[in-house]
């Protein structure tokens, strides 16, 4: 059959979709429905609607009072631990008086979604405003689910952000049909993750709702981060959250075809049934530590830092309508001037090391410097991500990344387990990088000694991962055991500014999905994200990638030649023997940079994708890295 023949389909169901749009009776009608629902009475007639007492909120109320126009004051907390950042999340929605918005790219239904979702509900009950915006793709895909969060209390809003065809689910006809009719629009997704409180305190980062990124999946998880900002910047994020509350791409439930059919359905109210836990101990015990003063003042509290200039900033909703506009892509803006300043150091954590153009003119005119600032970068291998796709176009641009722009390269291995006692011992003996300066600089990592009193001997810590979703399963490895997969995006710059946020640094955040990031102008925030990155790259929790010593000494020089060409085609970048792979440290040894002269008397090479077992998805790394250089940008 032609190939225009197996398109038909596609192009039909294109142009039926495009014209089954609602009537205003049917919103009406879905409308009058959610309204006469029964049970959507306030259960709190209190003025601060039975809010519970939460420091973290009291703190950040106190710095809104403390601050002036002239001298803003915001605390500011680095949340490593996940356990921890869900507590932290559950306390300030149990102290919300008045509103609750949230923001986010994934929602999935396993114990995380639930639980979130059940204390929104209950918050809204109460007598709380709650927003919850996400992202149509990959949230909340049960439209009983959507049925009974339309109708459960008039405080609770709930909207899907750019449904390319009207509808909150998508199965794959019509996802077929979003990429041949409307493929920009489908392709821009809102990667932004929020929850504010009150417009006082907000937390961003990296974590969606789901199982595995808060540690709580038992085969696979994300080591990830956020950060906790409280005071003026509170104004920020509730700028932020309006402009896309507001955009055209954010649909409520009742517009949505799928979701309004239902409603007028002939079926009883659904009500809200109380969760379904695969572990309720597991969940009781965060909603108690929540709860538990001490608790939070021992993990969050003491971490909690006054700081004046904190910002929040984020890309416009829909910036792909406006791709010249500067201001559509203020985000991108900000970190690419960050990152153009640094005078001495740039530490960097993304998950998937694919640059755009202009990061990649940034760092190459930054290692033309006299002396150049030293680059480290903390990312995933392929024995540790489940981009396998986004891993084979990192691992062509190997040999550019370290002679080019003269990056330091740290690939997590996937049962990272970044003890402090390592932390410690690394950074008491250790040789200097080529600059003279420590590859990881003395001090303890918010991660480090909590973790180890209350997590002892070889027992996994709780409060560094979460999850990408079900969308791609990670390459099979060669040894067993959960696995650990980066997810955290995080940079620091000169020791004296840092962000974190959702942005992973690659294009298809600088051009297609929207982020947002916190920047902290602070040296002592700045030295505590920069210990936590240092911390994953230190060698019993990562690879540290160098240049390959050719082995055999003419026909080694003649297959790197071969292979720098190679890596400098477009498509057919077959040759096997690249120029840079993946080393091991030695016992006895301290961590080094690839270019201290002592680095391969401690370093042992272990191959270019160490762990892996031959797959399919080995094979599927190769063939991206020869043939995929062109579809980079939406990977």
């Given at each position: 059959?032609?190939?225009?023949?197996?398109?038909?389909?596609?192009?039909?169901?294109?142009?039926?979709?495009?014209?089954?749009?609602?009537?205003?009776?049917?919103?009406?009608?879905?409308?009058?429905?959610?309204?006469?629902?029964?049970?959507?009475?306030?259960?709190?007639?209190?003025?601060?609607?039975?809010?519970?007492?939460?420091?973290?909120?009291?703190?950040?109320?106190?710095?809104?009072?403390?601050?002036?126009?002239?001298?803003?004051?915001?605390?500011?907390?680095?949340?490593?631990?996940?356990?921890?950042?869900?507590?932290?999340?559950?306390?300030?929605?149990?102290?919300?008086?008045?509103?609750?918005?949230?923001?986010?790219?994934?929602?999935?239904?396993?114990?995380?979604?639930?639980?979130?979702?059940?204390?929104?509900?209950?918050?809204?009950?109460?007598?709380?405003?709650?927003?919850?915006?996400?992202?149509?793709?990959?949230?909340?895909?049960?439209?009983?689910?959507?049925?009974?969060?339309?109708?459960?209390?008039?405080?609770?809003?709930?909207?899907?952000?750019?449904?390319?065809?009207?509808?909150?689910?998508?199965?794959?006809?019509?996802?077929?049909?979003?990429?041949?009719?409307?493929?920009?629009?489908?392709?821009?997704?809102?990667?932004?993750?929020?929850?504010?409180?009150?417009?006082?305190?907000?937390?961003?980062?990296?974590?969606?709702?789901?199982?595995?990124?808060?540690?709580?999946?038992?085969?696979?998880?994300?080591?990830?981060?956020?950060?906790?900002?409280?005071?003026?910047?509170?104004?920020?994020?509730?700028?932020?959250?309006?402009?896309?509350?507001?955009?055209?791409?954010?649909?409520?439930?009742?517009?949505?075809?799928?979701?309004?059919?239902?409603?007028?359905?002939?079926?009883?109210?659904?009500?809200?049934?109380?969760?379904?836990?695969?572990?309720?101990?597991r969940v009781a015990r965060v909603q108690s530590e929540a709860e538990d003063p001490d608790w939070l003042a021992a993990w969050i509290g003491d971490d909690t830092l006054h700081v004046s200039q904190v910002n929040y900033f984020s890309d416009l909703p829909a910036k792909t309508d406006e791709p010249t506009k500067r201001s559509a892509r203020e985000l991108t803006g900000r970190l690419m001037r960050m990152v153009a300043d640094a005078k001495h150091e740039v530490v960097l954590q993304t998950p998937y090391l694919v640059l755009s153009k202009r990061?990649?003119?940034?760092?190459?005119?930054?290692?033309?410097?006299?002396?150049?600032?030293?680059?480290?970068?903390?990312?995933?291998?392929?024995?540790?991500?489940?981009?396998?796709?986004?891993?084979?176009?990192?691992?062509?641009?190997?040999?550019?990344?370290?002679?080019?722009?003269?990056?330091?390269?740290?690939?997590?291995?996937?049962?990272?387990?970044?003890?402090?006692?390592?932390?410690?011992?690394?950074?008491?003996?250790?040789?200097?990088?080529?600059?003279?300066?420590?590859?990881?600089?003395?001090?303890?990592?918010?991660?480090?000694?909590?973790?180890?009193?209350?997590?002892?001997?070889?027992?996994?810590?709780?409060?560094?991962?979460?999850?990408?979703?079900?969308?791609?399963?990670?390459?099979?490895?060669?040894?067993?055991?959960?696995?650990?997969?980066?997810?955290?995006?995080?940079?620091?710059?000169?020791?004296?500014?840092?962000?974190?946020?959702?942005?992973?640094?690659?294009?298809?955040?600088?051009?297609?999905?929207?982020?947002?990031?916190?920047?902290?102008?602070?040296?002592?925030?700045?030295?505590?994200?920069?210990?936590?990155?240092?911390?994953?790259?230190?060698?019993?929790?990562?690879?540290?990638?160098?240049?390959?010593?050719?082995?055999?000494?003419?026909?080694?020089?003649?297959?790197?030649?071969?292979?720098?060409?190679?890596?400098?085609?477009?498509?057919?970048?077959?040759?096997?023997?690249?120029?840079?792979?993946?080393?091991?440290?030695?016992?006895?040894?301290?961590?080094?940079?690839?270019?201290?002269?002592?680095?391969?008397?401690?370093?042992?090479?272990?191959?270019?994708?160490?762990?892996?077992?031959i797959s399919p998805k080995l094979i599927y790394t190769r063939l991206i890295t020869a043939f995929g250089a062109g579809v980079k940008g939406i990977l």
């Amino acid at each position: 059959m032609s190939p225009r023949w197996l398109l038909l389909p596609v192009l039909l169901l294109v142009a039926l979709l495009q014209g089954c749009t609602l009537s205003r009776a049917q919103i009406r009608a879905a409308g009058a429905i959610v309204a006469a629902s029964p049970g959507r009475e306030d259960s709190c007639q209190q003025a601060d609607h039975c809010a519970k007492p939460s420091p973290l909120l009291e703190a950040a109320q106190q710095a809104l009072a403390d601050s002036t126009p002239g001298q803003p004051v915001n605390t500011v907390t680095l949340l490593d631990d996940s356990e921890a950042a869900l507590a932290a999340r559950i306390s300030l929605i149990r102290a919300a008086q008045h509103s609750i918005d949230v923001q986010t790219y994934i929602w999935d239904e396993d114990d995380i979604g639930q639980l979130m979702l059940n204390e929104l509900v209950q918050a809204a009950r109460r007598g709380v405003k709650v927003r919850i915006l996400a992202d149509q793709l990959f949230s909340f895909d049960d439209l009983g689910l959507l049925d009974r969060l339309a109708r459960v209390s008039p405080n609770l809003e709930v909207k899907l952000y750019n449904p390319t065809f009207h509808d909150a689910q998508t199965p794959p006809l019509e996802f077929a049909a979003s990429v041949v009719c409307c493929f920009m629009k489908f392709n821009q997704r809102m990667h932004n993750k929020l929850l504010l409180v009150d417009d006082a305190i907000g937390i961003t980062g990296g974590r969606n709702y789901q199982n595995r990124y808060f540690n709580w999946d038992p085969d696979f998880d994300y080591l990830d981060r956020d950060v906790m900002a409280g005071g003026p910047v509170g104004r920020e994020m509730a700028d932020s959250f309006a402009l896309f509350w507001q955009h055209k791409r954010s649909v409520p439930l009742i517009r949505l075809r799928d979701v309004n059919r239902r409603i007028r359905g002939d079926r009883a109210a659904p009500g809200w049934p109380a969760p379904h836990y695969t572990d309720p101990a597991r969940v009781a015990r965060v909603q108690s530590e929540a709860e538990d003063p001490d608790w939070l003042a021992a993990w969050i509290g003491d971490d909690t830092l006054h700081v004046s200039q904190v910002n929040y900033f984020s890309d416009l909703p829909a910036k792909t309508d406006e791709p010249t506009k500067r201001s559509a892509r203020e985000l991108t803006g900000r970190l690419m001037r960050m990152v153009a300043d640094a005078k001495h150091e740039v530490v960097l954590q993304t998950p998937y090391l694919v640059l755009s153009k202009r990061a990649q003119d940034i760092f190459k005119r930054l290692h033309r410097e006299d002396p150049p600032p030293s680059i480290i970068i903390s990312t995933n291998s392929l024995a540790a991500t489940d981009a396998f796709a986004v891993y084979g176009l990192s691992y062509k641009h190997r040999r550019r990344y370290l002679t080019e722009y003269g990056f330091q390269i740290h690939e997590l291995k996937p049962h990272a387990d970044s003890a402090a006692e390592a932390f410690e011992e690394a950074n008491e003996d250790q040789d200097d990088g080529p600059t003279g300066q420590p590859i990881a600089a003395p001090g303890k990592s918010a991660k480090s000694g909590k973790l180890r009193q209350r997590f002892p001997g070889n027992e996994r810590r709780p409060g560094m991962f979460g999850s990408q979703g079900k969308r791609n399963r990670p390459a099979p490895l060669r040894s067993s055991g959960r696995r650990y997969s980066l997810h955290a995006k995080s940079m620091v710059v000169d020791d004296r500014f840092a962000m974190v946020g959702s942005h992973n640094f690659d294009p298809r955040s600088d051009h297609y999905n929207t982020e947002a990031a916190v920047i902290v102008h602070d040296p002592r925030f700045a030295s505590e994200l920069r210990a936590s990155i240092i911390e994953d790259t230190l060698p019993q929790n990562a690879w540290t990638i160098a240049r390959r010593e050719p082995t055999i000494p003419v026909l080694g020089h003649i297959s790197q030649a071969i292979g720098d060409l190679s890596s400098r085609l477009p498509l057919f970048d077959l040759w096997p023997f690249r120029y840079a792979t993946s080393y091991e440290i030695k016992p006895g040894c301290a961590p080094l940079a690839p270019d201290n002269p002592k680095f391969r008397e401690c370093y042992t090479p272990v191959g270019d994708f160490p762990d892996v077992a031959i797959s399919p998805k080995l094979i599927y790394t190769r063939l991206i890295t020869a043939f995929g250089a062109g579809v980079k940008g939406i990977l």
